[in-house]
């Protein structure tokens, strides 16, 4: 069978508070179109549909065309809720859709629902395994911290309650942070390396759609993927190519995998050069002005007036840096204040710790954190 595997839409995100929905709806048109042209019998969705729990009524609208294209193609999705997403807001009605070949998870509740598929006799199993940590996982099952401390325990035990298929393919949708995985530069750690786990949890399963990091990648075996996001969302990602995967399953449990890019409507560019290069008409009739743009500068002095001038060549100037300046640290840094609004409550109390004690966190600490966030946090 075949199945298109995407991941971490975050439908409703405004990188550099520019709107983005047409570039969104885009992106889904070409996995639409890949459908087509390849004949898939279904969509796996890894979590992360929506960037925030409260997402924008365009973010809904996004979503709801998308899922009614897929409908009109009878297609089965799958879908899972990420750490971004409202698992109750999400899965909103899943009990009328599931009817309607639209699997979404429910709340984590102890036990991993999966839907069974068949064509030409060959029997396929979709577990739905949402975001889960290791708070989550004690609540389900009434377990005391000790029994559920790590999120490794949190995964053990969720596995435990996983049903294979055993005369037929199993695939695992996951949205976790996979030991092995690299983060890309829009993604943020959230307590260190312990929200990790480990690969070997996988191995029951002849292909896992993974979600949660940003980079298209595997981990432990070419068959456990991240996609990656449709778009780009940080400067150090606007030189690569976003994509999404297809993949076929086989009953001798093989599986054949194919990325597949994607083609922004309007791409994420960064261009470097002295202000004078970057407006010049040799170095302009090469650009395409509907893109976005961020601009590094090579001039040795600060220019006066540089941002306005170049948003005149370039309407949808993202900001601008010079080479020879650690203004604000790095590029890196610059995106991180730009998207401080968009930052969970445990990096920003990462963050503030940092900045007080001038050292990171140590991972008894992270843990403490952690472990104290969790008992106070209103779980979804």
Not at 32 to 46: Q, S
Not at 55 to 73: D, G, I, Q, Y
Not at 88 to 114: C, K, M, Q, T, W
Not at 219 to 247: Q, W
Request: glycine content about 4%.
């Amino acid at each position: 069978m075949k199945f298109l595997h995407i991941a971490d839409l975050h439908l409703g995100k405004k990188p550099f508070n520019y709107d983005v929905d047409e570039e969104h709806r885009a992106a889904l048109q070409q996995v639409l179109d890949a459908a087509d042209k390849h004949d898939v019998d279904g969509v796996l969705i890894a979590g992360d549909v929506y960037d925030t729990v409260y997402p924008p009524v365009s973010a809904v609208n996004t979503l709801n065309w998308f899922l009614e294209e897929l409908h009109k193609r009878n297609l089965q999705v799958m879908m899972i809720y990420g750490n971004h997403d409202s698992a109750s807001r999400l899965s909103f009605g899943n009990g009328l859709l599931s009817s309607a070949n639209i699997h979404i998870s429910s709340p984590y509740a102890g036990d991993v629902e999966y839907a069974d598929l068949e064509k030409d006799g060959e029997k396929v199993r979709v577990h739905l395994l949402p975001f889960i940590k290791p708070a989550v996982v004690r609540a389900a099952y009434q377990l005391d911290h000790d029994s559920c401390a790590t999120w490794n325990d949190a995964m053990r035990i969720a596995m435990e309650h996983v049903h294979l298929l055993e005369d037929g393919v199993n695939v695992l949708v996951s949205h976790q942070f996979y030991t092995g995985g690299s983060m890309g530069e829009s993604e943020v750690r959230i307590t260190g390396t312990l929200d990790e786990v480990s690969t070997e949890f996988l191995e029951p399963f002849d292909y896992a759609a993974l979600g949660h990091l940003h980079k298209p990648q595997f981990v432990g075996k070419e068959v456990y993927r991240y996609p990656g996001t449709l778009l780009k969302y940080a400067v150090p990602e606007f030189n690569t190519t976003k994509s999404f995967t297809l993949i076929e399953t086989h009953p001798d449990h093989t599986v054949d995998i194919t990325p597949i890019d994607v083609v922004p409507l309007r791409d994420f560019v960064r261009i470097e050069g002295t202000l004078r290069e970057l407006l010049s008409p040799e170095f302009y009739e090469k650009q395409n002005p509907d893109n976005y743009f961020y601009a590094v500068l090579d001039d040795q002095q600060e220019v006066f007036r540089a941002f306005e001038d170049l948003s005149e060549f370039y309407p949808r100037l993202l900001g601008f840096n010079y080479s020879w300046t650690d203004q604000a640290r790095n590029i890196e840094m610059d995106e991180e204040v730009q998207a401080v609004s968009d930052l969970s409550p445990m990096e920003k109390i990462t963050k503030f710790f940092a900045q007080q004690m001038g050292r990171e966190t140590s991972d008894a600490e992270l843990a403490l954190i952690s472990e104290v966030w969790e008992a106070v946090h209103e779980t979804d």
